[in-house]
């Protein structure tokens, strides 16, 4: 199996998008002891005990960053999109201003709560 490194994203983007990314990726990190990163779908994946809870990629209309939230239909807040999405949920972050950082680690620790209260099973 070919294991890819995780900060060739990273890389490759330009700025401002490149700065935004790599600071979503150490408050990501930083959320919890547990939380590894990886790569899937050309993506940076973060995963809690192997199993995935989050994606940052990029909106093809704005080009801007986001959050992807894998179990997103069970959280709940304002700034989260839906879309046409079955269960997944964004945040969109612009790259020009400070980031939200309350926001994204309420949410993140949303995420991260649904694997640890076994709302979603690890194995």
């Not at 680690?105 to 076994?118: E, I, P, R, V, W």
Request: with cysteine; aromatic share 12%.
């Amino acid at each position: 199996m070919k294991v890819i490194d995780p900060t060739v994203f990273y890389q490759k983007q330009n700025e401002p998008n490149k700065s935004c990314f790599l600071a979503l990726r150490s408050i990501i990190l930083n959320q919890d002891e547990n939380v590894s990163e990886t790569v899937k779908y050309g993506m940076p994946c973060f995963c809690y005990f192997n199993k995935a809870f989050c994606y940052l990629w990029t909106d093809k209309k704005s080009g801007e960053p986001y959050i992807l939230f894998v179990e997103g239909e069970y959280l709940n807040h304002a700034e989260l999109e839906k879309g046409s999405r079955a269960r997944m949920k964004i945040l969109k972050v612009n790259p020009n201003i400070d980031l939200p950082l309350n926001t994204i680690t309420q949410l993140l620790n949303s995420a991260l709560d649904l694997y640890k209260n076994g709302t979603i099973k690890i194995k």
